[in-house]
């Protein structure tokens, strides 16, 4: 259905997460969903720094190495939350309720956006 384009070099968060967001592009009720949001979003896994920049624009996804300076929404957590999240196991709304998840930025928009990083 589509295709993630990559800037640069990937760092290991990237490589990690980039087979689930192309395993989404083809889902067309999930790409559906995708294809509306434009905007970006960092996520940093906190105990290392690194950091991933997802960009939405029309369809169009985008994935970059480290940070964008103005972000839509950001998020920091740990590796093994982002496992958890991506295989199912850890709602993203629990996520920050109980403190594994840090956000700032446009809440709903990134609520949005995560979907592409979760696999079902």
């Known amino acids: 259905m589509g295709e993630i384009h990559i800037i640069g070099d990937l760092n ?7 087979p689930i967001m192309e395993q989404n592009l083809d889902n067309p009720e ?9 905007g970006s979003l960092v996520a940093t896994e906190k ?7 997802i960009i939405f624009e029309k369809g169009r996804i985008s994935l970059k190495d ?8 950001a998020l920091w957590t740990d590796f093994d939350t982002v496992a958890a999240y991506s295989c199912g196991e850890l709602n993203p709304i629990a996520g920050v309720l109980n403190g594994r998840i840090k956000v ?3 809440i709903l928009k990134l609520l949005k956006m995560v979907t592409i990083l979760r696999a079902d």
């Open 12 to 18: 290991g968060l990237g490589a990690t997460l980039l």
């Open 30 to 38: 999930r790409m559906k969903k995708i294809r509306r949001i434009s």
């Open 47 to 53: 105990n290392t720094g690194v950091a991933i920049t």
């Open 66 to 73: 480290g940070p964008v300076e103005k972000p839509s929404a």
């Open 104 to 106: 700032r930025g446009n």
